[in-house]
């Protein structure tokens, strides 16, 4: 998951059936991170025809679609809403996207 967000509360919410973790081995992570219960989280996609990168850039796209100031439950409250649409209207998204835009927000949250 941190390759793509650093919002690590992503996993609390993400799809139980798409989601696993492993104990988290790596010292600077076990010091430093407590968000995520000392787990490493392993995502996939809960839709077979989306990556998991884009994905993410589904998710930051629709919370971001109006410029205006989001806070913290906004952006909760936004991908709670998007992951739970079906594949079409996610793919339908994505699709609608400029190009290269699904790699501007993949990591940058």
Do not use: C
Request: hydrophobic share 35%; no cysteine.
């Amino acid at each position: 998951m941190e390759e793509h967000t650093g919002a690590s509360w992503v996993a609390d919410v993400w799809p139980d059936d798409d989601k696993r973790s492993v104990p988290e081995t790596r010292p600077y992570w076990l010091a430093n991170e407590t968000q995520t219960h000392d787990r490493l989280w392993l995502l996939r996609s809960p839709w077979q025809t989306l990556t998991v990168r884009e994905v993410f850039a589904v998710l930051w796209t629709w919370i971001e679609r109006d410029h205006r100031p989001i806070d913290g439950h906004a952006v909760r409250v936004g991908v709670l809403e998007v992951l739970a649409w079906d594949e079409t209207r996610a793919r339908t998204w994505l699709q609608q996207l400029p190009p290269g835009q699904d790699d501007e927000q993949d990591g940058t949250h």
